[in-house]
């Protein structure tokens, strides 16, 4: 799949938790549990860090109505805590537990579609003539050639 197919299949890849490379592979090996590698494909999964992601989108969007159904249920009928238990608790886990799954889906695959990674300094290139060699501190002095021979 090209790039741009990828792109225009996004969320169709996402929901059906399917390989963002290939589309083709599976992308979970359990509910939310990630497969290490697509079995179509190939492609290494360890890029893959959605962290809370899912659990925050899936929070905010069911957070109303689920919240909604509890006033609702309190406001209008008053019933005993157990009442909760039975109506809202449900309902929370129903709306929720299900979507976490694409929610992840989706955003493994925006996160493979827009190189998502953490960040970090690029390399330092001295032949580019952007930068002063000496002052390069990745380089360790004693570690240098030059300072191995008299050392011993
Ligand atoms: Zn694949």
Redesign the pocket.
């Known amino acids: 799949m090209q790039p741009s197919a990828a792109a225009s299949s996004i969320l169709k890849i996402g929901v059906l938790g399917?390989?963002?490379?290939?589309?083709?592979?599976r992308l979970f090996d359990g509910f939310l549990r990630l497969a290490p590698r697509?079995?179509?494909?190939?492609?290494d999964y360890s890029f893959a860090d959605p962290a809370d992601g899912p659990a925050f989108f899936v929070m905010m969007i069911m957070g109303v109505p689920v919240t909604a159904l509890g006033v609702y249920v309190e406001l209008a009928y008053d019933p005993p805590f157990w009442v909760h238990l039975a109506v809202t608790l449900p309902f929370l886990l129903l709306a929720c537990i299900p979507i976490l799954r694409p929610f992840k889906g989706v955003l493994i695959a925006s996160q493979y579609l827009h190189k998502a990674e953490e960040g970090r300094f690029a390399p330092v290139d001295p032949r580019a003539g952007n930068c002063d060699p000496s002052q390069d501190t990745r380089r360790a002095p004693a570690l240098a050639p030059d300072n191995h021979e008299g050392s011993m």
């Open positions: 399917r390989c963002p490379r290939c589309g083709e592979g697509c079995n179509a494909c190939g492609l």
